[in-house]
């Protein structure tokens, strides 16, 4: 725990949202991401496909018109890589202007997810994909990835709301 966070505990509940973002980073590290569907396992891999699912999840708290969760998800995701940053030595003075492209980078592909998932067919949420997803040097059409995103997406919005905000997403 960190010192600050113990000298001034925050008024949050400590699992408010918590599960929730354990689950979309368990679901960013599902093998079949990386196995089947031609994501580079590297770091920035990683982190795409990290992105990837706090956007869907996001878009489905916005559709709930939960902007308070979507905006306490982001604020963990942040706290995520603010974190994972340090861990990788990057200094004071650049976490801040890292985390400014970071977070720039959820906002455009909740976009391009939102765009390409309101499709009724694949191409647009395939080209989003394409172009937000670091993946490996011999993959192919990023088609397949698109249909995972998508078969994602009808997963989060199966889960019953509540069942949701605990993280309970069925894969």
């Known amino acids: 725990m960190r010192l600050l966070e113990r000298l001034f505990p925050s008024s949050r509940p400590s699992g408010d949202l918590v599960d929730l973002w354990h689950r979309v980073v368990a679901i960013a590290r599902e093998e079949h991401w990386y196995a089947d569907r031609d994501v580079a396992d ?4 990683r982190f795409d496909m990290v992105t990837a699912v706090t956007a869907l999840v ?4 916005e559709k709930e018109g939960d902007g308070e969760g979507a ?4 604020e963990l995701f942040i706290d995520d890589m603010d974190g ?7 200094g004071d003075l650049v976490v801040g202007k890292s985390m400014g492209k970071l ?4 906002g455009g592909r909740i976009g ?4 390409g998932l309101a499709a ?3 191409a647009l949420l395939t080209q989003a994909a394409e172009r937000n997803v670091t993946r490996s040097a011999d993959a192919g059409s990023a088609l397949p990835l698109a249909q995972g995103l998508r078969a994602l997406w009808a997963d989060i919005l199966a889960a019953p709301y509540e069942r ?3 993280g309970e997403i069925a894969r």
Do not use: F, H, M, P
């Not at 905006?71 to 982001?74: E, G, N, P, V, W």
């Not at 994972?84 to 990057?90: F, K, N, P, T, Y």
């Open 42 to 45: 590297s770091v920035e891999g």
């Open 58 to 61: 996001i878009l489905r708290l």
């Open 71 to 74: 905006a306490r998800l982001t």
């Open 84 to 90: 994972q940053l340090r861990e990788a030595g990057v």
């Open 103 to 106: 977070v720039s980078a959820l």
């Open 112 to 115: 391009a997810y939102r765009d």
């Open 120 to 122: 009724s067919d694949d």
């Open 164 to 166: 949701l905000l605990k």
